[in-house]
């Protein structure tokens, strides 16, 4: 089974290739996204480098002029979904979404470098002026006033959209009477009872509506924009690829770059406060119009290991509130605590398991010497892809998969761990 899952996982990488970038899956995801491509490149560098390499930097052919660089690039305009170009109205070639999406690429060009050679070094110093104009771009942007926390305007920015954590936010917007009328086209191939609901659509399109009328301009959407959330998982994300930024930076001999990297790290350090939960144990979202917290923990909570946050107690704590959540699942880590009233095991981001949050977050407690742990996660990912193939997502309960099938990022995640013999996983 383990060769043949690996010959299928390359076989999806393949046939998701649209020559030069990947669509996470056919039909419901058609497009270039931002963060799939960076665990897309991540896979392809396990047996082919140079289009590894490629699909970061189409990615970056979409980077706006301001550093951003969107969370959809639209190569063509795709009628199996909503919502496409012509409801962004972006203004830019190619068109795209009007938002950003978590910053991984700077540590999967870290990764590249680190296992490959000289022309992966080559390549990395091409991109790495467009990859520090990004990070600039969420330092000013998404953190207007320097306090080092970083925000999102849309749930869409986190990468996980319908989280129970976006429902302080998005239950204070009120949906204009004048909302356009919309069809989805996401539950024409999912069962919609594994997607965002329609109430949660109208207040996305609601926001989406906002950053249109203004024309994108970054700053207005943050202050005084519909949804301003500080979200753990931007926060973390974007620490640990500074520190991997400031890496290349040294490497590469960029001087000032790696200073002004320096500062964005402390400041974001203390800015990681922001984000503990005394009440939950756990780093939590919170509203940054009202400072109220979300309440639970989430898989993303998880990430202060990856991003190196946190004191000696909160990382016991949060330990311990790993090892509890885990006491209720047959399958480890659920994007939701299956405690809390929220929890839905089979509905995106309000309780499933997904790979590439379980490959951060053992890279993290890796990291920190939490191999026991670290293992148990990886052992359930790889479980549950020989269980139920390479979904979108998965049941935390049952290990049953949901969302897309044949998704590129679980493939992905799949090549680099199963890299190893399956006895000797824990390597």
Known sequence: MHSELRDRATQILVQNDRGGYTVPTARLYPYQWNWDSAFAALGFSEFDRDRAWRELETLFEGQWADGMVPHIIFRRDDPDYFPGPAIWQSGTTPPSSGHSQPPVVASIVRHLMETGGPEDQERAKLLFPRIFAWHNWFHAKRDPDGKGVVGIVHPWESGRDNCPDWDIGLNRI??????????????????????????????????????????????????????????????????????????????????????????????????????????????????????????????????????????????????????????????????????????????????????????????????????????????????????????????????????????????????????????????
Request: hydrophobic share 35%; charged share 30%; with cysteine.
């Open 174 to 427: 009120e949906v204009p009477a004048d909302l356009e009328r919309y069809e989805r086209r996401d539950t024409d191939s999912v069962d919609p009872a594994e997607r965002p609901t329609s109430s949660e659509y109208d207040r996305y399109l609601t926001i989406l509506k906002f950053g249109r009328e203004c024309q994108w301009d970054q700053e207005k959407i943050a202050r005084v924009g519909p949804f301003f959330m500080a979200d753990p998982g931007i926060q973390f994300i974007l620490l640990r690829a500074d520190r991997d930024l400031s890496h290349l930076a040294e490497l590469f001999g960029f001087v000032e770059q790696r200073e002004q990297i320096r500062r964005w790290i402390e400041r974001s350090v203390q800015g990681c406060e922001t984000y503990w939960n005394e009440a939950a144990g756990a780093y939590c979202a919170r509203d940054l119009r009202t400072g109220e917290f979300s309440n639970a923990m989430t898989n993303i909570s998880m990430l202060a290991f990856y991003a190196g946050a946190g004191s000696a107690t909160q990382r016991i704590r949060l330990i311990d509130h790993a090892r509890d959540i885990l006491d209720q699942c047959q399958y480890g880590f659920p994007s939701w605590d299956p405690r809390d009233d929220k929890f839905e095991s089979k509905r995106y981001w309000r309780g499933p398991v997904w790979a590439m949050a379980n490959y951060m977050i053992v890279q993290g407690l890796t990291d920190c010497g939490e191999f026991a742990l670290a293992e148990r996660i990886k052992t359930d990912t790889l479980k549950l892809i020989e269980k139920s193939g390479f979904c979108e997502y998965f049941d935390p309960m049952t290990g049953d998969g949901h969302g897309g099938t044949d998704f590129t990022w679980t493939a992905a995640i799949y090549l680099v761990w199963s890299r190893a013999t399956p006895s000797s996983r824990a390597a």
